[in-house]
């Protein structure tokens, strides 16, 4: 492609969208289960995976220590440890609120995961409740992953202990970017050797995968700033990166209104920092293995990608398919796989609910046969970058006006389209969630009065 091509490629196709880590999107639910009806689907979808991989827990931990001006995450910034113990006890009396709903002793889990905001602000005495707390009540299926969430500045061996003691195998970093001009504009100061250290102490801990992730877009990157960055990268070698686009929302997020919006590289020169960061990626040896995801080749991620048997959820890419995903804290989503839920987002209201022995359920959405089609193909982009349905079967009727949506950018070299197979080019990854916009069905029929959602690009 030539540079005038890319740039018109992008004045067409650099629109705000959804970014798909569910759909529909959430501002899309319409029905939100009663807390009743959502118990009801968290236990049918127990009872179908039973004999399988288990459920999936995520526990939000919203606390950082400092603000990071770019971050779109629920999170509380606060230096004071008052309200974490506080809000351990909140989240396991979540977890036996739910236990108790479903009649339940325990539940089988196929993953954990810890995220947030920072769950690392937690010190080691207090990880090791929440964790001991939650897994008192767990039983893990054989190859269970449990993983977490770290900001490098506020991790320390000690808790990398207690999580290793605990069976936690997988970590992911914060990182952004190395380059200190950035790291600077957006609040967020943390050295190579910060980064290095607790890299090396979680892999001699046993952890076997670390994650870093990345950031293209943010105030004062520079194709200079991403070689370096990558650079850095490939002389730590982490298991597997994401390479996100930076999600500029700033009427959600006021702090994105710190930096000017001047400093931001936008159109084509965003798009060459993830040009130049997919190349440098490729010749330090990673594959890209989905929308913003690239893993060493041994990685079982790349494995399952070869496989076609790739999963993705609300926590990003997994090799295995677990369900329901039970989710617990503030803001947390829960998915049974016919409906979703989100808690409250305000920490002082999720508690007080809890306090209440409620459920904290503040929004959510009960499936209908198309949402059910529509997930299913975005899902197949979303993790094998093409997808195919039967003509004439009960599903196509849902997928009728597809080849109509996706005719343009057929012609402009983002899909090849046979029939009633769907596959993004080379070209088209870049413009992934344009391709899954032409299935969907709710945005084409209600497209959002006001702003909503970041530029797909
Ligand atoms: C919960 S944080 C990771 C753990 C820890 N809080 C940290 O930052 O080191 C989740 C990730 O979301 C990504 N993120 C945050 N705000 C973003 C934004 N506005 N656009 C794109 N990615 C963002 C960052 O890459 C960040 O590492
Ligand atoms: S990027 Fe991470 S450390 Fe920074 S404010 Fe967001 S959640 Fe907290």
Excluded at 94 to 118: F, I, V
Excluded at 142 to 151: K, N, Q, T, Y
């Amino acid at each position: 492609m030539t540079v005038m091509d890319e740039a018109a490629l992008l004045r067409k196709y650099n629109v705000q969208g959804p970014r798909y880590t569910s759909y529909p999107a959430v501002p899309f639910w319409e029905t939100a289960p009663t807390a009743a009806q959502w118990l009801e689907q968290v236990s049918s979808a127990i009872d179908a995976n039973a004999a399988h991989s288990g459920a999936s827990m995520y526990v939000h931990v919203p606390f950082c220590r400092s603000l990071c001006t770019y971050c779109g995450c629920n999170m509380r910034v606060t230096r004071s440890s008052a309200p974490v113990m506080p809000y351990v006890h909140s989240v396991l009396r979540e977890y036996a609120l739910y236990l108790q709903g479903l009649g339940r002793d325990s539940l089988k889990l196929g993953e954990l995961h810890l995220g947030g905001g920072t769950p690392t602000f937690l010190d080691p005495s207090e990880l090791d409740a929440l964790v001991s707390g939650l897994l008192d009540k767990a039983t893990l299926t054989p190859g269970a992953s449990l993983s977490i969430e770290v900001d490098p500045r506020v991790t320390t061996r000690e808790q990398l202990q207690v999580l290793a003691r605990h069976g936690f195998d997988r970590i992911s970093l914060g990182v952004q970017d190395f380059d200190p001009r950035v790291q600077e504009i957006v609040n967020r100061v943390q050295s190579e050797a910060q980064v290095r250290e607790v890299t090396e102490t979680a892999r001699e801990l046993g952890f076997r995968s670390v994650n870093f992730d990345l950031i293209y877009g943010l105030p004062l990157q520079t194709l200079g700033s991403i070689a370096e960055t990558m650079d850095a990268v490939a002389r730590l070698r982490p298991d597997r990166i994401a390479f996100y686009a930076y999600a500029h929302v700033p009427w959600i997020k006021p702090s994105q209104r710190r930096f000017t919006e001047a400093d931001l590289p936008e159109g084509e020169a965003r798009l060459q920092l993830l040009a130049l960061g997919r190349e440098r990626l490729a010749a330090a040896g990673y594959v890209e293995i989905g929308m913003d995801h690239f893993a060493l080749p041994g990685d079982p991620l790349n494995q399952a990608a070869r496989d076609g048997l790739l999963h993705r959820n609300f926590m990003g890419y997994t090799q295995s398919f677990t369900t329901p995903l039970v989710g617990l804290g503030v803001s947390s989503i829960g998915d049974a796989g016919d409906a979703y839920v989100q808690n409250e987002k305000n920490l002082q209201q999720y508690e007080a609910r809890i306090a209440q022995d409620e459920l904290p359920i503040v929004r959510g959405h009960l499936f209908d046969e198309e949402d059910r089609v529509l997930r299913r193909h975005i899902l197949n982009l979303m993790t094998r970058f093409e997808t195919r349905w039967e003509p004439g079967s009960t599903q196509a009727r849902y997928l009728e006006q597809v080849p109509m949506r996706l005719h343009e950018l057929q012609q402009d070299g983002l899909v090849h389209i046979n029939g009633t197979h769907v596959a993004v080019t080379d070209i088209g990854r870049s413009y992934l969630r344009n391709v899954c916009m032409a299935f969907d069905a709710r945005l084409m029929r209600r497209a959002p009065a006001t702003q909503l959602f970041s530029q797909t690009v």
